[in-house]
């Protein structure tokens, strides 16, 4: 699959005959390797001519060999745009500035809410940091006691005791209520007698 360099150049260095020329210009028809779309083209121009030809030619063969009948450049240049392409100043109307201003001070009102939560919050750090050495002056007991009405104040280091979830019963395994459903407890043995 992958040419080695020997291989690459080799193709970029065709010797086009007559007919090799005829075949690129049958390949060409239709297709202008120049414009937007240019290397599309040229994929489809390789493609055609290595189908006419039967081996396979690089689409920089094709490349340069144009390049010396055409000034690709000049072509290429030339060559309008399927699409407007004209660039104008763009504002939106005035309808508009009232929401906007309206949306940078909610953005500023939240972004001073945030800062004012993370100053008011002390940090895991500060309190393991409080709690492992109490400020000088005070007691153990009351350095802990300020950094626990902290931890108290903070909703953010709140922890809720959610109860869990009973396990999920599954079929075949034992019962976890005192009274069993008829899905885990076994069918009564009905022993059958044989008259002989």
């Known amino acids: 699959m992958t040419m080695s360099i020997k291989e690459k150049s080799e193709s970029e260095e065709i010797e086009w005959s007559p007919e090799d020329e005829i075949q ?3 390949a060409l028809d239709g297709l202008k390797p120049v414009g937007i779309n240019k290397y599309f083209f040229m994929a489809c121009i390789a493609d055609r001519l290595s189908k006419a030809l039967n081996r396979e030619v690089s689409t920089e063969a094709i490349w340069s060999h144009l390049k010396t009948m055409y000034n690709l450049d000049a072509l290429d240049e030339l060559e309008p745009l399927p699409f407007p392409n ?3 100043e763009f504002s939106l109307p005035d309808e508009f500035s009232t929401l906007i201003s309206k949306k940078r001070q909610d953005i500023e009102e939240i972004i001073l809410q945030e800062a004012t939560k993370k100053l008011e919050t002390p940090t895991k750090a ?4 409080a709690v492992a050495k109490p400020p ?3 007691s153990q007991s009351s350095g802990t006691s300020k950094v626990q009405s902290q931890s108290r104040e903070s909703p953010a280091e709140k ?3 959610v109860p869990k979830r009973a396990p999920k019963r599954t079929r075949g395994s034992a019962s976890l209520e005192s009274n069993s459903s008829p899905s885990t407890t076994p069918p009564p043995v009905v022993s ?3 008259r002989i």
Not at 126 to 129: D, H, I
């Open 159 to 161: 922890k809720v005791d």
């Open 136 to 138: 000088t002056g005070t």
């Open 24 to 26: 690129l210009f049958f």
């Open 126 to 129: 500060e309190v393991a940091k």
């Open 86 to 88: 004209e660039q104008k």
């Open 192 to 194: 059958k007698r044989r």
